[in-house]
């Protein structure tokens, strides 16, 4: 599973990489082997909430402009993370999927008499 596998990779050394098939020049210019772990749903969950620029509180700052509330349910953000997770995009691949999850909504709201979206569960899963 996951964490067995992150076990793993904070083991290797460089001659593991050398012997993966990397040049030995090329793994010797790496100052330090950093391992990294997998992020968990409530780890992208966060990330989703709450740096500083966060997804949330961007799309949520856009959609003020139109004087539209936008809400994520707490059950909408885990199936977010879910969908990073399942496609293995981690962190990285959370602004395609809220992207593409508020892109129509982003274009129908302006001229409308919307005042409030909230997205739900059911809304991401059925993208």
Do not use: W
Not at 100 to 120: Q, R
């Amino acid at each position: 599973d996951q964490m067995e596998r992150d076990r793993y990779f904070s083991d290797v050394e460089a001659q593991d990489l050398i012997e993966f098939g990397m040049i030995p020049e090329f793994v010797g210019r790496f100052p330090a082997l950093v391992p990294f772990h997998s992020l968990t749903e409530d780890m992208l969950v966060r990330i989703l909430t709450e740096p500083k620029n966060a997804l949330v509180p961007q799309y949520q700052m856009l959609f003020g402009m139109d004087k539209v509330e936008l809400k994520f349910t707490p059950e909408a953000l885990k199936a977010i993370s879910k969908m990073a997770i399942q496609k293995k995009t981690g962190a990285r691949g959370l602004r395609a999927i809220m992207e593409k999850l508020l892109l129509d909504v982003m274009f129908d709201i302006p001229g409308s008499n919307v005042e409030c979206v909230e997205v739900t569960e059911e809304a991401v899963l059925g993208m």
